[in-house]
């Protein structure tokens, strides 16, 4: 668990742990790369295949992410007992090849097919990665290491903006998918090859029981028993749900808004979602650290004021009449936006067992990726629809004005709540 630097000296971090931190964050970026590259696509999708607003969100949103966490769950449970490198290695050549053959697609049912692949690959990437990073770093460092890990979210997006934006704009969005695809197969070569399996417990000198593994429902029964954890939950789906909708849609916004075109367009999403992102989710988690170590409700406030000081620049740069000026305002919830990663995985291990955390971390990233990502990026899309025949063009911005902002202020009330009583939950027994 979480607990102060006093009562628990963290042990020395191995260089080899620093290694498979970086392959793993690696992996993590790939993952964002082939699922944000789409977002940066689908306005020459949409014109392409003849697509409505509601099928690009449910493309983007809801039908990924059922398969992604409905597969996720398993793939933790066979983690939780199995070797996590070959499983992320798996994952990785798995997503990589649909998103290739995504760029073959001639309709939107087999658009809508690959996607699913992707979101079944994808799957395998972090409950697994999630589990030996706690192996590998201490508890009073693993915020820190997941922080890190958390900024191929940010990384992915840069890539995935930057190169999407330039390949569609000179060869289509088809060469894009196929481009961006390949090189993850040669990343889950490196995964098998390079890294080798932690010892579970290793960080903490501790060895789980391995006589039996827990059961789905006395994991679930745990964590739904922490009271911090039902709050810590909610809290993250509704921050997903603003993060994917502003992620998936301010590329349409901005073409549609303020007619730009893809390759500039995707130089500043690279910039105010990838490295300005990549900035917030690093400091987020060793800030997180430094002020944890001494009261771990730190570890939900600092995500609580990311939201609420993130809500007003979201609401001005969706209804901004200037594209630089859009842009400029994004660059705050751009920077906080996915700060809370590196925090809600720490936390959710540290209510748990040894043998718990990949299937923890599975079960957080289904209420995060079903809520967040299933419903935040086709909410918008929905609305936009149902705006069009009023508001015209104008119909997304007012979509992202009505749903994003208050669901970032509902996400900050959540946070408070875990951090009630988050301290007694750290220091409950979890074996």
Not at 44 to 73: E, N, R
Not at 117 to 143: N, T, Y
Not at 214 to 222: N, P
Not at 387 to 411: F, K, N
Request: with cysteine.
């Amino acid at each position: 668990m979480i607990t102060t630097a006093a009562s628990s000296p963290s042990a020395p971090v191995q260089k080899r742990a620093y290694y498979a931190l970086g392959v793993l964050t690696l992996v993590y970026s790939f993952n964002f790369i082939d699922r944000q590259l789409l977002a940066i696509l689908q306005e020459s999708i949409k014109a392409d295949l003849g697509l409505k607003d509601s099928q690009l969100g449910l493309l983007t949103g809801f039908a990924f992410a059922a398969f992604y966490v409905t597969a996720g769950i398993p793939i933790a449970r066979w983690a939780d007992r199995g070797n996590r490198r070959n499983i992320v290695a798996l994952a990785v050549f798995t997503w990589s090849f649909m998103t290739s053959i995504s760029g073959l697609a001639q309709n939107y049912i087999q658009l809508l097919l690959a996607r699913i692949g992707v979101g079944v690959g994808e799957a395998g990437g972090s409950p697994p990665s999630h589990s030996m990073i706690s192996d590998l770093f201490p508890p009073q460092k693993r915020a820190t290491a997941m922080g890190l890990y958390s900024t191929g979210v940010n990384v992915g997006i840069l890539f995935g903006f930057l190169l999407g934006g330039w390949l569609n704009e000179f060869f289509g969005w088809r060469v894009a998918f196929v481009v961006v695809g390949v090189p993850g197969i040669l990343l889950a070569i490196l995964v098998r090859y390079t890294l080798s399996e932690p010892l579970r417990g290793q960080s903490e000198s501790r060895a789980p029981d391995t006589r039996t593994q827990a059961s789905l429902g006395s994991v679930l029964s745990l964590l739904w028993s922490r009271r911090s954890f039902r709050y810590l939950a909610a809290a993250s789906a509704l921050n997903a749900f603003a993060a994917y909708a502003i992620a998936n849609w301010t590329a349409s916004f901005m073409i549609r808004s303020h007619g730009m075109e893809t390759g500039e367009l995707g130089t500043w999403l690279a910039l105010i979602l990838g490295v300005t992102g990549a900035l917030g989710v690093i400091g987020g988690g060793f800030l997180s650290d430094r002020f944890g170590s001494k009261d771990s409700r730190w570890y939900v406030l600092m995500p609580m004021f990311y939201m609420l000081i993130s809500a007003p620049f979201a609401y001005f740069a969706f209804s901004a009449n200037s594209a630089y000026g859009a842009l400029i305002a994004l660059f705050i919830p751009g920077m906080l936006l996915n700060a809370y990663l590196g925090n809600v995985i720490a936390v959710t291990h540290g209510l748990v067992g040894l043998s718990m955390r990949a299937t923890a971390s599975a079960i957080l990233f289904f209420i995060i990726n079903m809520l967040g990502m299933g419903l935040g990026p086709w909410s918008v899309g929905l609305v936009s629809d149902w705006l069009a025949p009023t508001l015209g063009s104008g119909s997304l911005g007012m979509a992202l004005r009505c749903v994003v902002a208050p669901i970032m202020l509902l996400a900050a009330a959540c946070f408070y709540g875990a951090s009630r009583s988050l301290r007694a939950d750290l220091t409950t027994d979890s074996d």
